[in-house]
Each structure stands twice: as C-alpha cells, then as structure tokens.
C-alpha cells in the first residue's frame, strides 16, 4: 500500500497511490525475489537493472532486453516514495506502449526538487478530475 494512503492515520486514495501499486505489480512480476529497494540499489549503482529479472524469465535479444528494462524502470518510478514524482498512469502506459519511449533518469528524479510545470498541470488536472469523479479517474480517461 501507498505508505501516502496511511498518513495521519487516514486512508486517502488516489490516482497516485494506483500509480503506486501498479510500479510495485510491474516489480514482483518482473523481478519475483529480489525487493525494491535492492533493484534501486542497483539502478542508483548504474548497475544492469535487467539482472535483476526473474531467473525464470528468458530474455532472447535486444528488443526483450528493452522491454524488461522499461518495465523495471517503470516499476521503479511509479513506485517512487515522493507522490509529487510518480508518473500519471498515462505517462507509464506511454512508456510500455512505445518500444521507442525516452526511459526517464530515475536519479534526477530522485535528487530534483522540482518537477516540470507541464508535468505539475498534468498531475493538477488529473487530481481536479478525480475530486470531481472518482470513477471516472480510476479509468485514467
């Protein structure tokens, strides 16, 4: 669970903390036995992220390569411990979706204290909805 949904004792949902859970899903499949904080280490490392894929898991050239990256990043962003840094759910489905996609530098967001207006309007706009209509932002439309 988001460690956001439990603070002061209330449980708040959002669209963040499905973001949240989606990032630690997208780890457990990909990389079944080794914990978060372990492939952060990794990555922070500049270690190969995709040795921490699950044994099991037969990767088979540069374009599976790719994929197990991506989603591990992922994984690693959506599940960032600031709110404020996580990715929209459109922004992670973006990246899943176009083999091609930028993979974002997890160490700038991790070490940046700001985060781009047009990321923070998209985060506004997708927060307004949600107050608005709850079920209409658990789609993400």
């Given amino acids: 669970m988001d ?9 708040k949902f959002n669209p963040y903390s499905d973001v949240f859970s989606f990032g630690l899903v997208l ?3 990909a990389c079944k036995d080794i914990s978060r904080e372990q492939i952060c280490s990794l990555y922070r ?5 995709v040795e921490a894929t699950d044994q099991r898991v037969k990767i088979v050239g540069d374009s599976e390569r790719r994929e197990m990256e991506s989603v591990i990043i992922l994984g690693l962003w959506c ?14 489905m973006k990246l899943l979706l176009e083999p091609d996609a930028t993979l974002p530098d997890l160490n700038f967001i991790t070490n940046s204290a700001s985060v781009s207006s ?11 909805r949600y107050e608005e209509a709850p079920q209409a932002a658990l789609l993400y439309s």
């Avoid at 460690?3 to 449980?11: E, F, L, M, R, Y």
């Avoid at 047009?118 to 307004?128: K, L, Q, W």
């Fill in 3 to 11: 460690p956001q949904c439990k603070k002061d004792g209330k449980v």
């Fill in 27 to 29: 780890l457990e499949i």
């Fill in 45 to 49: 490392s500049k270690g190969d992220v």
């Fill in 79 to 92: 599940s960032a411990s600031d709110t404020q840094r996580r990715p929209t759910m459109q922004e992670a």
């Fill in 118 to 128: 047009v990321h923070d309007a998209s985060r506004a706009s997708i927060a307004n």
